[in-house]
């Protein structure tokens, strides 16, 4: 697992941006459809704004590209402004220009949830492998919505969110818990290993725990990102507040000193 620690929330971003970029677009010269899986939340966002910048100014074109979310609330009816469809469109891709046929997530609003979940596990089996998948952690070390306990192995189904993960999302639904669906259909772990390169971004004190243990503790259900752990292609992006409690932090900046340009992300 790579991890680079860096300054600013801001340049998380930009690396970020540029690991994406690194994956999907040799991916599109090569031809094909080309999956990006994309996480929603706070953490990514700083990322999201630095390939529009591209888009904008440098011509950064991702036409070509299916995207895929990794979890979506169950419950909130299609077109809610919180439902994670709604928050990528908004944030991302709307303006990256991709046609929302390309911007797939799983039916939150569907009257069967466990079969939407089912059929969002094809859905991408068959559109796959994900390129590059955009993660963040939760402040219990969740990814995706795999809260503490979920199988390692898992695929995509519904989970029951934590009450303290309902809390800390409490903020995009006006501050009110209850607005908060109790129910998710994510991704599972194991679906989430069977992308070829994870890039998990996450900034800020809040998030030093999760990240010491995902990166320095043991594998284990407990803290669901240590999964990554098992993935051969991992770039771990923490600002030095995320990254505060790592005891290999000095080991990690020196590793990025000395990089090879032909190292790539
Ligand atoms: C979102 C997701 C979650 C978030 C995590 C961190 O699609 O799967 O795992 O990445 O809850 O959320 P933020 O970034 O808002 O702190």
Redesign the pocket.
Known sequence: MEVVLLPTPEDCGRVVADAVVGSVLPALARGGPVVLG????????LAYRELLRRHREEGLDLTGVQAF???EYVGLPAGHPES?REVIRRELTDALGLDPAVVHGPDGAAADPLQAARDYEQQLLAAGPVVVQV?????NG?????EPGSSLASRTRVKTLTEQ?RA??A??FGGDVEAVPRHVI??GLGTILGAEHLVL??T?E??AAAVAAAVEGPLTASCPGSVLQLHPHVTLVVDEAAGNRLERADHHRYVLAHKLASQGW
């Open positions: 994309l996480a929603t939340g706070s953490s990514p966002l979310l990794l979890d994670y993660l963040g952690i939760g402040s969740h990814v995706g919505f795999n993960t800390d999302n903020r995009f994510t991704q971004v996450a800020g809040g998030k």
